[in-house]
C-alpha cells in the first residue's frame, strides 16, 4: 500500500519568507509526527497529532514553527519568516495508534539562503 | 526524560562478517525500542521494535537485536554482512510511561561493510 508521502521533496528559499510542508500519512494512521534532522545528527521531535488535535507540541523551537492537521489526514507544517539554521530536512511519520511503529516519508529538504 | 546513546559513528565490516551496532537508552517506565535504517537521500526504514517478551527481535533482512535490561542496551545484530547493509543506522526509544509519545534518536552510526 501507499506509504508515507511528503511535498516538496525539496524546497530553496530566501531568509525570511514564508514556507508550508505538507504530510500525507498512510490511510488510517491516526497519528501523526514532525521531526526535523540536521546534517549529520539523528531526527528531532518537533510535534505530533492524535486526530486533528497537536497532542504534543513541545519540540517546536519557537513561534514561527505551527502545524496544522484540520481533518486528521493531510498535515501542514508551517514556518514563518526561516532564518538560515532552519535548514535541515524535516520528517514526517505517521502510526495507527501512539507508541505503535512509525512509519517515514521520504523527507523535505529545506534550504534557507 | 529519555535518551539514547549510539557511541560509534562508523562501524565498518568485512562483507561475509557478523555486524554489530551499539545503541545504549535511558528511559523512566519500560523502553519500547527501535532501530531504523536510512539510505542516502531517502526517508527512515523500519527494520525491527522491541516492546515486550522475547529478548531477542528478529527484523527486516536478516537483522536482529536483543534487548538487555541489565545493561540498558540493545545492540543491532547480522550474522553475516552484505555490501548493500552500507548504510545509516539509528536506534530509538519510546517510554511506556504517559507523557512523551514520540521517538527520541541516537545520533546515528554509520555502516560500511567493505566487499
Known amino acids: 500500500g501507499a506509504g508515507v508521502s511528503q511535498t516538496p521533496s525539496n524546497k530553496v528559499t530566501e531568509k525570511g519568507k514564508y514556507v508550508e510542508l505538507r504530510c500525507d500519512p498512510i490511510?488510517?494512521?491516526?497519528?501523526l509526527y514532525w521531526y526535523r534532522q540536521s546534517l549529520g545528527q539523528g531526527p528531532e521531535f518537533l510535534i505530533y497529532f492524535q486526530g486533528t488535535g497537536a497532542a504534543d507540541d513541545s519540540g517546536l523551537p519557537n513561534d514561527r514553527f505551527f502545524a496544522v492537521r484540520p481533518e486528521g489526514s493531510v498535515s501542514t507544517l508551517k514556518i514563518q519568516r526561516t532564518e538560515r539554521g532552519d535548514s535541515a530536512v524535516y520528517l514526517c511519520?505517521?502510526?495507527?495508534?501512539?507508541?505503535?511503529?512509525?512509519?517515514f516519508g521520504p523527507g523535505t529538504r529545506l534550504l534557507v539562503l | 526524560a529519555q535518551s539514547v546513546a549510539q557511541p560509534e559513528d562508523q562501524v565498518n565490516v568485512a562483507e561475509g562478517n557478523p555486524l554489530t551496532v551499539k545503541c545504549t537508552y535511558s528511559v523512566s517506565g519500560n523502553p519500547y525500542l527501535f532501530w531504523y535504517v536510512q539510505y542516502p537521500n531517502r526517508g527512515l526504514q523500519f527494520l525491527l521494535k522491541?516492546?515486550?517478551?522475547?529478548?531477542l527481535v528478529k527484523g527486516s533482512y536478516g537483522f536482529e537485536a536483543e534487548f538487555n535490561k541489565s545493561q540498558t542496551s540493545f545492540h543491532l545484530k547480522k550474522p553475516s554482512a552484505l555490501v548493500s547493509d552500507s548504510a545509516l543506522y539509528f536506534c530509538?526509544?519510546?517510554?511506556?510511561?504517559?507523557?512523551?509519545?514520540?521517538?527520541?534518536f541516537g545520533s546515528g552510526t554509520r555502516l560500511q561493510v567493505q566487499p
Open positions: 490511510s488510517g494512521h491516526t497519528a
Open positions: 522491541y516492546i515486550t517478551g522475547d529478548n
Open positions: 530509538a526509544v519510546l517510554t511506556s510511561d504517559t507523557g512523551r509519545r514520540a521517538l527520541t
Open positions: 511519520a505517521s502510526s495507527l495508534r501512539v507508541q505503535e511503529t512509525q512509519y
